[in-house]
Structure formats: C-alpha cells, structure tokens
C-alpha cells in the first residue's frame, strides 16, 4: 500500500506481526515467537522468525542489541517505528473502508 | 537434531545467527512443523546469498503455514474419499491409472497436511506428533512402491509371497493409522476443531478394524454401513479441520454482513 516501504514478499505477515510485537519493547526471538502466538493464534515456525527478522535488521527497520547468554534481544529502530505507523494507518484505513461497504463502520 | 538442522544453513548467515537461533531451538520440543519450516528457511538462506531476492525490495522466500496444511487437508480429505469410493469397484477398471494417480495425490496432501497442522499439537505431544507423521511417510514411500507395481505388474507376488496390492493396502493404513494419532494429539490439544479431530479419529480407528474384518469375511450390510461410516468419517474430518486451519489464518477483523 505504502510505496516507501519495503516489500518482504511471502515475510510481510511475519515482519509486520515482529514489528508490532517489538513496538512493546526490545524482546529476544523466542519472545517474539510466542508473543505472536498468543496474539494471534497461529504457529510461527523459527525458520520463519529468524528469515523476516534478519530482512527487516537488512533493512534497518529493527537493531540487534548486545546479546544476554546467547539469546540477542532487538528493537525498533526510529525508521521502523515511522514505517509501521505508516503501515497500520494504512491498513486501517483499509479495514474500515471495507467495513463501511458491508454497513458496519468500526467503532 | 538441532545441530543437524542448524547446518542447513549457509556458513555466512551462522556467524551470525547461529548461536541465537540454537538458543531459541532449544527452548522448545521441535515436531514436523518446525523442521519443516527451518528447512525452508534455510533454504530462503541460501537463495538469498547467491542473490536472488538478495534486496530486500524485490525479497521472496518461503514459509511454512496453517493455510498450506489447511488447504492440503482438504485436499486429502477429497482425494481419500475418493480414493475408498474408487477402491469399492463403482468406478470399473477402465479409471485405473487415474484412481492411483488420486491415491498418490491423497497420501502426498495428506503428508503436507500432518506437517502443516501440527505446530501446536507438537509442544504437549512431541512423541505422538512424530510418529503421526512417520507412519505415514513410511507407508507412503511403501504405497507409491506398491502403485507402480501394481500398474506394472498388476496383482504379481513380488518378495516372499507379498503382492503389490499388499504394499499399497499397507501404505493405506499406516497413513490411516498416522491421521489417528494426529487425531488425538489435536483432540488432546484443542486446538484447529475439536469436532474435526474426533471425527477424524472416529473414522481412522473406524477404518482400520473394518477394512482388516471386511477383507476376511467380505462385505456383508453391516460391514458396509461401518466402512462408510469411517470413510465419511475419516474424509470429512481431514476437510473440517482444513477449513478451520484457513479459518484461523484469516484477517483479525472479521465482519458479520449486514
């Protein structure tokens, strides 16, 4: 929808759900992995997370911070925290045009 | 096994990640699902190294999903309705080849299927979760073996007085038998469709005795009545749990229509 934002191809679903889970805090992978989870209900495999995680470090959307006994936390960067406000403003706007078609505007 | 997987991986993306992903693989038990979906990811690694969809702009990879096991569940469950109506002789011979061809469909889809759906179920019942999974591939590997063979050399003994037709009805159950032990560990878990997993188990377990009790005495009404019963059973619930495994995957918002 955005055109500034980066396409992840078959990883957007995963990096978006990481970027709002990381939009709580700097957590490691397997936080992320069961934040994810639990918000959503479907599994989210390590393959998965660790492809969409080092796409969106690539694209400097998240940076990896000093790692506590092997397991290395990241967080949002300012860009990443720009793109997934455009990204969820967007995908609201989205949702609620939809909504209003079916006559159930969100609340 | 983790070490095993580990090295899928390029040695570049290792150095890197490698020691955090081993922290993260070892905090839970890993099932199909996460092999399977490592193996992809190492795979989307290396691609990614040789530069295709090395930017991040033109990136694709793969992923492993509840919507493939969903959509391949429903095709088993199709192809294995199918494939008992076909066995039961209403189709003729003359729709031979095309009967094995939906049988090999049905045990391939019924493979990606059990790889797919299994995620959760996996963390509470590893060991079930396994050999669900390991069954069936055994049995499929025997089945295709007992296809060709049978397609080559119709009902001929091959090895130490077993046929063709005994690798394929072989192949059958160890399947049958794998969807039953899915069935329990996704009951046990509630996760997917409660409904969906008894069902399924109702029929594979409905299945096995039937096919065994029917094969020695013939078929009389009541041995119908229960093979339909466990075919209906054993298809629907592989076709219900498929839906809701896409169900599960849909948008978060989910309007009533007006």
């Known amino acids: 929808m ?106 | 096994m983790r070490q095993f997987l580990i090295r899928f991986y390029p040695a570049v993306w290792r150095a890197r990640y490698g020691d955090e992903f081993e922290a993260l693989l070892e905090e839970r038990p890993l099932g199909p699902f996460d092999v399977a979906d490592i193996i992809l990811g190492a795979i989307d690694a290396r691609l990614r190294l040789r530069g295709r969809g090395a930017s991040p702009t033109t990136a694709r990879g793969f992923t492993m999903s509840l919507r493939i096991g969903g959509i391949a569940a429903i095709v088993a469950g199709a192809a294995w309705g199918l494939t008992f109506v076909g066995s039961t002789g209403i189709l003729g011979d003359s729709d031979r080849l095309i009967q094995y061809a939906v049988f090999a469909l049905a045990l391939l889809s019924l493979l990606v299927a059990l790889i797919g759906l299994s995620a959760f179920q996996a963390r509470e019942h590893s060991t079930v979760i396994w050999a669900a999974v390991a069954l069936p591939v055994v049995g499929t590997v025997v089945a295709l073996v007992g296809l060709v063979a049978m397609t080559l050399l119709d009902d001929a003994q091959l090895v130490a007085g077993v046929s063709a037709w005994n690798l394929w009805i072989f192949g059958l159950m160890a399947a049958v038998f794998g969807s039953g032990l899915f069935a329990i560990a996704t009951y046990q878990t509630r996760t997917l469709s409660r409904p969906g997993s008894a069902l399924l188990g109702f029929g594979s377990f409905l299945t096995l005795p039937t096919l065994v009790i029917t094969g020695e005495i013939g078929f009389d009404a009541v041995g119908a009545v229960a093979i339909v019963t466990a075919i209906v059973g054993f298809s629907v619930g592989w076709i219900v749990l498929g839906v809701a495994a896409i169900r599960t995957m849909a948008p978060a918002v989910d309007p009533q229509p007006a």
């Open chain 1, 2 to 107: 955005d055109p500034k934002a980066p396409e992840f191809g078959r990883f957007t679903e995963p990096s978006l759900l990481i970027l709002v889970s990381l939009s709580r805090g700097p957590k490691h992978g397997y936080a992320i992995m069961t934040e994810i989870e639990t918000d959503t209900g479907r599994p989210m495999g390590a393959g998965t997370l660790y492809a969409a995680l080092a796409r969106l470090e690539e694209s400097g959307l998240i940076e990896p911070l000093a790692p506590i006994d092997r397991r290395r936390p990241y967080r949002l960067t300012g860009v990443g925290a720009t793109m997934l406000g455009e990204q969820l403003r967007g995908l609201s706007a989205f949702a609620q045009q939809g909504l209003r078609q079916l006559g159930e505007p969100l609340s």
